[in-house]
């Protein structure tokens, strides 16, 4: 039994759920409809590029929770799992998901989305842990803020062995699936680096290695 990771943008899903949110704000008008689509836009190139400024993109993503209620943001996260996630959840993910618990290794997402977007995600594919972006509560209302370290690229190890230490868990025989090459400090240090459906720089580097290669969308 082993620890079996996953990213879940592009990975498990067919999209990024945090730019689909996004877009999903922009469809309900909750959102200005030129600045915050052209930041979407901006920061998810970025993303791709690896050369995105996680703090500001984190201003920008937060923003919506902080500026409305935690009952209208339930609403919508409601409708949002309805029209943007279940469509994109891919049939191959879920049996590899399945194949992982069927061995009894322990299931983990971890994401550099938020845990507001993520949190029902990982419910809905049955995966117990989730590392996640935090996003800050005070007086039970969203603050706009983070908290502790964001779960991207280096932050998600520093997150990841900061979770072990409360598990009953190591690293040994470790997994993890990713797409993208912004998770190559994670990738690197577990005994199975796994890329799905990757992108170019991911492929490269995997091929490279002798990494497995798969895809989850054919």
């Excluded at 935090?134 to 964001?150: D, F, L």
């Excluded at 998770?183 to 577990?190: A, K, M, R, T």
Aim: glycine share 6%; net charge negative; hydrophobic share 40%.
């Amino acid at each position: 039994m082993s620890l079996a990771i996953f990213d879940l943008d592009n990975t498990l899903l067919s999209i990024d759920s945090d730019h689909a949110w996004g877009e999903f704000l922009l469809e309900q008008g909750a959102v200005d409809p030129v600045a915050y689509r052209e930041a979407n836009e901006r920061f998810m190139a970025d993303y791709n590029a690896g050369t995105l400024d996680m703090a500001a993109f984190l201003e920008m993503a937060l923003k919506p929770l902080a500026d409305n209620s935690p009952e209208q943001l339930s609403a919508w996260h409601q409708q949002f799992m309805v029209s943007k996630i279940e469509p994109s959840i891919l049939p191959k993910a879920e049996e590899l998901l399945a194949r992982h618990r069927t061995k009894g290794d322990t299931l983990l997402i971890i994401t550099a989305t938020n845990r507001f977007i993520t949190a029902p995600i990982a419910e809905r594919l049955g995966v117990d842990h989730l590392i996640a972006v935090n996003p800050e509560v005070k007086e039970g209302r969203y603050t706009g803020r983070v908290s502790g370290i964001p779960s991207y690229r280096e932050g998600k190890v520093t997150r990841l062995e900061k979770w072990l230490e409360g598990q009953d868990l190591t690293m040994e025989g470790a997994w993890f699936y990713s797409d993208s090459h912004n998770d190559l400090p994670l990738l690197e240090i577990v005994e199975h680096p796994v890329a799905v459906d990757p992108d170019d720089t991911l492929r490269e580097i995997a091929k490279e290695r002798q990494w497995r290669i798969m895809s989850l969308r054919d």
